[in-house]
T-cell receptor
Framework: EAGVTQFPSHSVIEKGQTVTLRCDPISGHDNLYWYRRVMGKEIKFLLHFVKESKQDESGMPNNRFLAERTGGTYSTLKVQPAELEDSGVYFC??????????????FGPGTRLTVL | GQNIDQPTEMTATEGAIVQINCTYQTSGFNGLFWYQQHAGEAPTFLSYNVLDGLEEKGRFSSFLSRSKGYSYLLLKELQMKDSASYLCAVRDGGKGGGNKLTFGTGTQLKVEL
């Protein structure tokens, strides 16, 4: 079974540009999460999709960030325009529907974003 | 607010036992997870506790005391490949955010010969 995949693995952009990150969850996982780790800090929650609906977007830092999950499969996270403080590693995770056991989240390898 | 504390670094010897502690103060609680993360890779699930007590899984065990807001991860028969960052994470039990994880900063474990 394929794990969570993310694209690209690395992205280097200039301040003011736009970047779109993609996450493909494990097939059949209704829950999809975005997290971010800024250098030296802990991994922080950004938002949570259940299928195509945003369940919780309390962690989104501001309106420069837009997440979508059309069709309830893969998700994209767009940063527009990017600022220096957006640099970090963006992780995507997915988990089975809530009725399953302890519902562990499976993480992707992350996208390392550098804003210059 | 959410606060999770764990040591920043630990060093142990191959073949030994190491215990990584985690204390938490969170507004909601619906389980505590331990993840292992090697540099540049995805965090991978190690263990889950939602009730008090010890959960054993091969060389790894995890303990939880909800009344004390405390957990530990115990690694036995350490191997060099166990050198990694160990992340403690609490799952929120609150309304509207029932599944999000709040992470500690991670404990970087170095296993030496």
């Amino acid at each position: 079974e394929a794990g969570v995949t993310q694209f690209p693995s690395h992205s280097v952009i200039e301040k003011g540009q736009t970047v779109t990150l993609r996450c493909d969850p494990i097939s059949g996982h209704d829950n999809l999460y975005w997290y971010r780790r800024v250098m030296g800090k802990e991994i922080k929650f950004l938002l949570h999709f259940v299928k195509e609906s945003k369940q919780d977007e309390s962690g989104m830092p501001n309106n420069r960030f837009l997440a979508e999950r059309t069709g309830g499969t893969y998700s994209t996270l767009k940063v527009q325009p990017a600022e220096l403080e957006d640099s970090g590693v963006y992780f995507c995770a997915s988990s089975q529907p809530d009725w399953s056991s302890y519902n562990e989240q499976f993480f992707g390898p992350g996208t390392r974003l550098t804003v210059l | 607010g959410q606060n999770i504390d764990q040591p920043t670094e630990m060093t142990a010897t191959e073949g030994a036992i190491v215990q990584i502690n985690c204390t938490y103060q969170t507004s909601g609680f619906n389980g505590l997870f331990w993840y292992q993360q090697h540099a540049g890779e995805a965090p991978t699930f190690l263990s889950y506790n939602v009730l008090d007590g010890l959960e054993e899984k091969g060389r790894f065990s995890s303990f939880l005391s909800r009344s004390k807001g405390y957990s530990y991860l115990l690694l036995k028969e350490l191997q060099m490949k166990d050198s990694a960052s160990y992340l403690c994470a609490v799952r929120d039990g609150g309304k509207g955010g029932g599944n999000k994880l709040t992470f500690g900063t991670g404990t970087q474990l170095k296993v030496e010969l």
